[in-house]
């Protein structure tokens, strides 16, 4: 799995237009690594995020490819990213209820697909932007997993297309402080699992990025329904 950014050449991006994903956008596009962002209709509840998508690829430069895997997407019942019949629980990823929330095997079906897109494309890379967030609860997030699929791929590929995670071992403000940098508009981001007309400010995703926002002291422009539900989750962690 590539460490060195130097390394890296034309690179596909998996996408969700997601703050993580438009902040590796930016990152990669910066360098003039960014040849392609490839988004996933995988059935999700919060389809609006492909629009954030497909927005980032437009003001960067680089064609859009969405991949719909929505019949699979419908296979992968249970989820309350896929399953309208499971609610998405509000509160902190701390919290248990978050595993309802687990798409199985979505990463590794997303870059299955990506690194086949990126061969037939003649691509170097494909970039995920995972984060140490996600470890705990996203067994296809972790390191281990992401150092082996990359593997995997350098058998099936001949070592053609290598896979690149930078903020793997970040934080989710980490990343906020990194997309400061390379002037993301944040605003067209889109996290929430509800996908509603706001963000709701209330689910996981939500709670995490109003949090990140906090932490990497950078202005946080989303508009959420509930603005203040983070700071409840927060203090009711504290140790009385």
Known sequence: MLKDENLLHKTAL?????????????????????????????????????????????????????????????QLNGSALTDKNVAVPDGHYAEATM???????????????????????????????VHSGDHFIYPDCRPDFLALF????????????RLYAPYAGKTKADIVADGAKYKVPFAATWSCYKGGESHCGRCGTCVERREAFYLAGVEDPTLYADPDFWLTCIESEQPA
């Open 14 to 74: 998996i996408g969700s237009g997601g703050l993580d994903s438009v902040c590796l956008a930016y990152r990669l596009a910066a360098t003039g690594k960014l040849a392609v962002i490839i988004g996933f209709d995988y059935g999700q509840r919060h389809k609006k995020e492909l629009y954030f998508a497909r927005q980032c690829a437009d003001k960067l430069g680089v064609p859009f490819l969405l991949s719909d895997i929505s019949a699979i997407g419908a």
């Open 99 to 129: 595993k309802q929330t687990i798409v199985p095997n979505r990463n590794a079906v997303f870059l299955s697909i990506a690194f086949g897109i990126a061969a037939a494309h003649d691509l170097d890379n494909v970039a995920i932007a």
């Open 150 to 161: 990359d593997q995997m791929e350098e058998k099936s590929l001949e070592g053609t297309v």
